[in-house]
C-alpha cells in the first residue's frame, strides 16, 4: 500500500522560530509537492520538485524554502515562522508516468500553530 | 484570482438522495479534472477524474460531469450514504494541478 508520512501530526512553533517540516514517501515516486490547506482557500501549492536536488515555486512560496537531498524525502523549511503561516501542510507525492501524473497521494497533514 | 471554485462550502443531504458538488473554472487550457475526497485528520484521495475529450465519467456511486462550454464540472453521488459526509476538492490540471477551495458534504441518517 502506497504511504506518504509526515513527521509531525501537530506542531507549536513561536513567532520567529525555524521550522522543519519533513515527508517521506516509499513509492519511488520522482514528484513531491508541499501545500498548505486553508478554509475556503482549498489547497495552495509551495513548493514543488520533480528531481532530487531540484525545486520549483509554487503559487505561494513566499516565507518558505525546501529541500530534496534523497528521492524519497522532501523538507519544508520556514525560516522565521511568522502567525500567518498557521496551517494545515500537507505533502504529496505522484510518479512521472503520464497517466497517473495529475494523481497525488497525501500524507495526512501536519497542523501547525504559529504563536 | 481563483481559477477554480467550489461556490457552495457546505451541502447537507438526506441518506439515499443525491448528492450534486459543483465546481467551475476559468482557465480553458484545463486538460484533466479530478475530484478528491478528505476526511478529518487524514490527507485528501483521489477519487474520481476525466479528460477535457469526454463529458461524463462514472464509477460506482459516483459520476463525473465535465461541460466545457460552461467551463463546469460536477460530481454526483447516487445514493448518498453518511460515509460519504467529507470535504470534496475539485482540481483542474495543466501540467500542474489548481484546486478549488471545497464543499463540505453532510449526508444526514
Known amino acids: 500500500d502506497v504511504k506518504v508520512t509526515q513527521s509531525s501530526r501537530y506542531l507549536v512553533k513561536r513567532t520567529g522560530e525555524k521550522v522543519f517540516l519533513e515527508c517521506v514517501q516509499d513509492?519511488?515516486?520522482?514528484?513531491m509537492f508541499w501545500y498548505r490547506q486553508d478554509p475556503g482557500l482549498g489547497l495552495r501549492l509551495i513548493y514543488f520538485?520533480?528531481?532530487?536536488?531540484?525545486?520549483e515555486k509554487g503559487d505561494i512560496p513566499e516565507g518558505y524554502s525546501v529541500s530534496r537531498e534523497k528521492k524519497e524525502r522532501f523538507s519544508l523549511i520556514l525560516e522565521s515562522a511568522s502567525t500567518n503561516q498557521t496551517s494545515m501542510y500537507l505533502c504529496?507525492?505522484?510518479?512521472?508516468?503520464?497517466?497517473?501524473?495529475?494523481?497525488?497521494?497525501f500524507g495526512s497533514g501536519t497542523q501547525l500553530s504559529v504563536l | 484570482d481563483q481559477q477554480v471554485k467550489q461556490n457552495s462550502p457546505s451541502l447537507s443531504v438526506q441518506e439515499g438522495r443525491i448528492s450534486i458538488l459543483n465546481c467551475d473554472y476559468t482557465?480553458?487550457?484545463?486538460?484533466?479534472f479530478l475530484w478528491y475526497k478528505k476526511y478529518p485528520a487524514e490527507g485528501p484521495t483521489f477519487l474520481i477524474s476525466?479528460?477535457?475529450?469526454?463529458d461524463k465519467n462514472e464509477d460506482g456511486r459516483f459520476t463525473v460531469f465535465l461541460n466545457k462550454s460552461a467551463k463546469h464540472l460536477s460530481l454526483h453521488i447516487v445514493p448518498s450514504q453518511p460515509g460519504d459526509s467529507a470535504v470534496y476538492f475539485c482540481?483542474?490540471?495543466?501540467?500542474?494541478?489548481?484546486f478549488g477551495g471545497g464543499t463540505r458534504l453532510m449526508v444526514k441518517p
Open positions: 504529496a507525492s505522484s510518479s512521472r508516468d503520464g497517466s497517473t501524473n495529475e494523481k497525488l497521494f
Open positions: 513509492m519511488d515516486h520522482e514528484n
Open positions: 520538485s520533480y528531481d532530487v536536488k531540484m525545486k
Open positions: 482557465n480553458s487550457m484545463f486538460d484533466y
Open positions: 476525466i479528460s477535457s475529450i469526454k
Open positions: 482540481a483542474a490540471s495543466y501540467h500542474m494541478l489548481t
